[in-house]
């Protein structure tokens, strides 16, 4: 309570750093997102978007407008690490032995499929709940 809001937000800065980088969660996560993608580009839009949900759900679990208990968090963690891999084995078993054999929409390199959308939006509710084991593994 005596830190200024700047040291606050080094110190919370410092340790999400560390939780990213030593979570168990986190590393399986995003090597089940680097497995499943094509293309770069969808590993950095998966990143970008589970990075945005978990702060969001982390800043009002900060701020104390959420509050979610951790007997149901931490099962929806685990379970968000097997479907993401699930996800890729399957479309792998559906439509080539690689996930490079897969191919992208109208040829278009960057372009995103409509399994590579409904994905992006399911790393993103799973990154909402990554977000509150963050904030329960803080005590906040």
């Known amino acids: 309570i005596s830190q ?3 040291q606050r937000f080094w110190e919370f800065f410092r340790l999400g750093a560390e939780h990213l980088l ?3 969660d986190h590393i399986l996560f995003l090597l089940a997102l680097i497995a499943g993608s094509r293309r770069p580009r969808e590993v950095v839009l ?21 509050d979610v208990p951790a007997g149901l968090v931490e ?5 968000s690490i097997a479907v993401v891999a699930g996800w890729h084995l399957w479309r792998i078993r559906g439509r080539g032995t690689q996930a490079t054999d897969l ?3 109208d040829g278009n390199r960057f372009a995103l499929d409509r399994a590579g959308w409904t994905r992006l939006c399911v790393v993103f509710c799973f990154g909402l709940v990554h977000g509150l084991g963050f904030a329960g593994a803080l005590g906040i």
């Open 75 to 79: 099962p929806v963690i685990a379970l």
């Open 22 to 24: 030593t979570g168990t």
């Open 46 to 66: 998966a990143a970008t978007g589970f990075t945005l949900a978990h702060s969001v759900t982390f800043l009002l679990a900060a701020l104390g407008l959420v």
């Open 4 to 6: 200024s809001w700047t």
């Open 103 to 105: 191919r992208a929409p």
